[in-house]
């Protein structure tokens, strides 16, 4: 369970700051409505840029943004629902655009989803404590950006290895920058300098993702309705969702999405070169923000029922093809894929095209038809990977019209259903199994709670998803507190 205690000393603290710097904090209900956000607010929110960093901007951490970066308003559920002619397979795939959160990414959604229960119980101290966010690269980004917007200062961590363009962007709003040794896939060297951190300062509190219910919290909120709202609005049966491991925070709108589809699949994505869930493996990756060579502890593995492979050569190649002019000509003109399609496809980022890729070899796996939809979400758009589209045009040369069927039909129309598997019971047990070595061993946490989650399942994660009104409840006190909601 999230702990909810409340210190008063700091929470009296922290309502003043908010006072003093008119922060309003949304409730994770009109997150997932923005219908019920208060008309004063929506009103203000007119004349603030998308990645503005105002505090008001708390309240764009949902799904419905209107797409463009002046001022947008709210609407319906930003997503692309990709043709057959694009992925091969007649199944509906549709993939939810974090390209419109602020920061051009959802992972500001888990942020907020892990700091502001702390905030508004009083257990963190925007007065003396430094936020830390350890990340692969947009988790940090979205916590650097909702401490700013909430009155707190903040350390992020990531991977040296991460494009260019993440560090330049943190440089304008993190407090201070740590880059850890390797990739995507150095999980490890992330939390050791967490454990460095704990141990040398006093006034660090640690918002791990990986181990963050708020971050698991958040996405059964609100990214589980929006995917059910965008599944309505496209039309069919729901047949699964498919979310990359990570830190396995957006597996939890699966969990969402089987209690109102209760036929439906859950599937987990992860880098064929780092086969963690699928063979127990290790390796180093390119598929940006997907760290692993572990479980998340959040990861709810008892409610999973595939893991799915993809090769980050795949996800390398198909950048190019979705962003070039070359690439775009051959879709349009050899596959017919409108051009509507084409001009969303920068909304993909290189995680996103991972996501896809495995939702086409699921509904190549269960032989889905035309009245089935498959969903995934795209964390981030290609906003912070033009650095790594420069570097494959410096190694491969320009990109033609050969290259752009090549990579099509090898990356694309090529897929096999090779390197998944469909966890039976066992299965999902040594996945499971596999928390014991990273959280219990190394992390120090209880083994009694890794237990609960598998034999008290229904207690331990359905206690975790109830919390979401407790929380609302909490949020709406503290702006009560402040007054600054009355005196609009």
């Known amino acids: 369970m999230i702990d909810l205690s409340i210190n008063e000393a700091n929470l009296a603290k922290t309502v003043q700051l908010a006072r003093e710097r008119n922060i309003i904090i949304p409730t994770l209900r009109q997150m997932a409505h923005p219908e019920e956000v208060p008309e004063p607010i929506r009103a203000r929110l007119r004349e603030v840029g998308l990645w503005c960093v105002d505090p008001l901007n708390l309240f764009r951490i949902t799904w419905h943004n209107q797409p463009r970066v002046e001022g947008p308003g709210f609407g319906a559920v930003n997503y692309i629902e990709l043709p057959p002619a694009l992925t091969g397979v007649p199944a509906k795939i549709i993939a939810l655009a974090g390209k419109w959160f602020p920061t ?16 508004v119980t009083g257990q963190f101290d925007p007065t003396f404590h430094k936020a830390v966010w350890p990340s692969t690269g947009n988790y940090c980004r979205g916590g650097a950006y909702n401490s700013n917007l909430l009155g707190c200062q903040s350390i992020a961590i990531l991977p040296e290895g991460m494009s260019r363009e993440r560090f330049e962007w943190l440089e304008t709003v993190a407090g201070e920058i740590i880059a850890t040794p390797g990739c995507e896939s150095n999980v490890k060297e992330i939390f050791d300098k967490v454990w460095e951190l704990k141990a040398t300062r006093d006034n660090v509190m640690i918002f791990n993702q990986f181990e963050e219910m708020g971050n698991h919290l958040w996405h059964y909120a609100v ?15 729901f047949a699964a969702a498919v979310f990359a491991s990570g830190s396995a925070g957006t597996l939890a709108a699966g969990d969402y999405l089987k209690e109102v589809f209760p036929q439906s699949k859950l599937a987990v994505g992860e880098a064929l070169q780092c086969p963690t869930l699928l063979m127990n493996g290790y390796g180093d990756h390119r598929i940006e923000g997907i760290g692993d060579k572990h479980v998340p502890w959040i990861h709810n593995v008892k409610n999973t029922d595939m893991v799915i492979a993809i090769d980050d050569e795949d996800s390398q190649r198909l950048i190019r093809l979705f962003n070039d002019k070359a690439g775009h000509r051959y879709l349009r003109e050899e596959l017919g894929v409108e051009q509507h399609v084409i ?22 796996y269960y032989e889905l038809g035309a009245n089935d939809i498959v969903a995934t979400v795209l964390t981030d758009s290609m906003e912070m990977y033009g650095s790594r589209l420069a570097e494959l045009e410096q190694a491969d040369g320009p990109y033609t019209a050969s290259a752009a069927a090549f990579d099509y039909g090898c990356h694309i129309a090529g897929l096999r259903t090779d390197n998944m598997l469909e966890l039976s019971y066992t299965e999902r047990r040594r996945v499971h199994n596999l928390k014991y070595y990273t959280w219990i061993e190394q992390q120090g946490r209880e083994l009694d709670e890794l237990n609960a989650q598998w034999y008290d399942y229904d207690n331990y994660w359905g206690g975790i998803h109830a919390q979401a009104a407790d929380i609302d409840r909490l949020i709406e006190e503290f702006n009560q507190r402040t007054g600054l909601l009355q005196a609009l």
Do not use: Q, Y
């Open 343 to 364: 001009d969303k496809l920068e909304w993909i980022g290189i995680s996103g095209v991972a996501n896809i890729l495995s939702a086409i070899k699921l509904a190549k």
């Open 223 to 237: 990214t589980g309705p929006a995917i059910e709202e965008a599944a309505r609005a496209a039309g069919g049966k």
């Open 104 to 119: 051009g990414c959802h992972k500001v959604g888990a942020s907020f989803g892990c700091l502001a229960p702390r905030m």
